[in-house]
């Protein structure tokens, strides 16, 4: 397997030598250079330090880019399909067989470490979206007060996901579930697979269209059901409290407090996981990722219980529900710090 890993990164950088240029002039200097030690190459020197001031399509347009982006994102979905098979095959090939509740959760555990590893792979060989997870260090200590963890996580991009699932702690990722669109279930391949690991889909009444949020009530019941059942077994919960990709990735939506009363009434620890970035290398309004972006990441420990949180900060005999709002405001406030001091300047 190391073989393997070590000949495809081998064989995209000599594929990727020719446009190197354009794809310097395309990104920042310190990523060229980052990029060019890891295929490589050198700095692009002054010439990318100038062109990182102009707009992306400005760039492309003077650098040849638009003959590289596409060649890129190509890889990458290419690269993120190939990696996603042997889960997705696991998958399918036991989606059949009989067991018990237990055995059922032991299955979701082994493809949700499976399909962490081999994605954070597919990360790692696209050299061109650098991902720098350092800030993601304090996650390991998650959970060791002995309540289940909660992770907010910000959502600007479809790369969002994979990300998560790629970086989260292994002690984590086996029992990290996220509450997810129903129509997210229907993708192929990526849906099979939701469903085999045992993330939870939330019942839109129209699970694909953006921005509406009305839940079928009785399907929403069974989920919360579900959701009681996964967290009472020793799981853990990942949302996107936005509910929704926003537009401008520097600027956070307002948070949706239904998640929260999930981690008030089950007492949990809040996480807050930012990622600044991701939309650059996959926008909202693409249907395939893979532009050469600079991704930062970090994670902090905000509410070691989030009942305490939510009792101090929507203040005495104020009921779970105005808890869940004044704790979304506050997790809302925290993360756009977090996100402002990640986020580089626009351009």
Known sequence: LKFRVALQSSAVCILLGPARAGMQSAIPERESAQMGSLCGGGSAGNRAMASAQEPLQARETRSGAPLVVPALKAIFLCNFILFSLPPWIYAVATDQCRRSREADRERGRRLGRLTSRLWRMALRLCCWVQIDAGGLAPLEEAGQNGRKVFIAVNHSSWLDTPIVCAFAPRSLIGDLKTLMANGHLKLPILGRLANAVGHLPVPFTRSMERGVFTVDAERMRVLSARVDEHIQAGGHLSIFPEGDLSQNWRQLLPFRAGGLEICIRHDMEVWAWVNAGAAESWPVDEKVGGRPAKIRCEARRLYP???????????????????????????????????????????
């Open 305 to 347: 219980s989030a009942r305490e949180a939510g009792a101090r900060l929507a203040g005495e005999g104020a009921d779970t529900r105005a808890q869940a709002i004044a704790l979304a405001e506050d997790l809302r406030r925290t993360m756009q710090v977090m996100l402002d001091n990640l986020a580089e300047p626009a351009p």
